[in-house]
């Protein structure tokens, strides 16, 4: 059964680089056929899906963030990252890793618990 933790720093100050760690148990990231993403939620606020790996190592952003996000992965650990650069409050949420066969994940994916992110000076 795929697990999937997220872990990072829960408060930032406003201007620094948020990096966000998802570390991948019961299956290998490089398992043809699936896309591994980053998808957050603010308070209040609908989801919004930030980027995605995918098991060949691709990388698909959104748009509207790609000039502040940055995705990698770390095949031996099992793990990818999400760094987010000039955080400010409106980046507070509650960000998920995410498994999905799509890029931009369905409700049948497998989700991290989520993990909570405060910007505030």
């Known amino acids: 059964q795929v697990q999937l933790q997220e872990s990072g720093p829960g408060l930032m100050k406003p201007s620094q680089t948020l990096s966000l760690t998802c570390t991948v148990s019961?299956?290998?990231?490089?398992?043809?056929?699936?896309?591994w993403s980053w998808i957050r939620r603010p308070p209040g606020e609908v989801q919004e899906w930030m980027g995605a790996i995918s098991s060949s190592g691709g990388i698909y952003s959104n748009p509207s963030l790609k000039s502040r996000t940055s995705f990698s992965r770390d095949t031996s650990k099992n793990q990818f990252t999400l760094e987010l650069k000039s955080v400010t409050p409106k980046d507070t949420a509650v960000y998920y890793c995410v498994r999905d066969r799509m890029a931009i994940p369905t409700n049948s994916g497998s989700w991290g618990q989520g993990t909570q992110v405060t910007v505030s000076s």
């Open positions: 019961g299956t290998s990231i490089t398992t043809d056929g699936y896309y």
